[in-house]
């Protein structure tokens, strides 16, 4: 069995609410940044104190506070949405992390309680501010932890495809346009010559 490596196991520590507040685009990236010695251990508010103190063990690095820069500790939060005011933009679904919300465009959206990680990363898009973040009344756990990475894990490969795709399409009409240009070209380079030879 593959032992994991230092930027697996503090990754293991963090709690995969995929926040951002650490300054990282997620979880992994921050275990990875913290791994190399690029940041530090105290950029988690969702872990909190907790968190500082398993990361300082695994890394062996000093406890210190947490990073007053990053935000603050404090019980887990989840998003609502006011139904009556969400205009259907989707732009909350794109924002979300963790596919806690569900919806179409044009149509209302919801928010799953029990997926919620409480990242806030759903509030600053919305165009109509119809999104608050309330207390969950429960903690978030190991099993919260495991499910909200694969959901990222997930989501992320599911966006990487889509612009992959997307990429290649845009690639096949730069080349069709080209080719367009080269037979335009072809052909006025054709009429020209013809031109010449009947002294038009």
């Known amino acids: 069995m593959e032992v994991p490596s230092l930027a697996q196991r503090i990754d293991g520590v963090l709690p995969q609410t995929q926040c951002t507040r650490c300054g990282y685009d997620g979880c992994t990236p921050y275990a990875n940044a913290v791994a190399e010695g690029s940041a530090d251990i105290n ?8 968190v500082i103190v398993e990361l300082a063990a695994l890394t062996g690095r000093p406890r210190r506070p947490l990073d007053p820069g990053c935000g603050e500790h404090g019980p887990l939060l989840v998003a609502v949405i006011d139904e009556a005011a969400c205009i259907g933009c989707t732009l909350c679904i794109q924002a979300c992390p963790v596919d806690a919300i ?17 990242c806030e990363l759903c509030v600053a898009p919305c165009p109509v501010d119809c999104i608050a973040m309330v207390p969950a009344q429960r903690a978030w756990s190991a099993a919260d932890a495991e499910a909200a990475r694969l959901r990222h894990r997930a989501r992320n490969a599911r966006v990487d495809k889509r612009e992959r795709i997307a990429n290649r399409k845009k690639d096949a009409l730069a080349q069709v346009a080209t080719e367009r240009e080269r037979r335009q070209a072809t052909v006025a380079a054709a009429l020209a010559r013809a031109r010449a030879r009947r002294g038009v």
């Open 102 to 118: 569900i919806g179409a465009q044009k149509r209302m959206h919801a928010i799953l309680p029990s997926l919620c990680s409480g």
């Open 43 to 50: 950029r988690c508010p969702p872990g909190g104190d907790a």
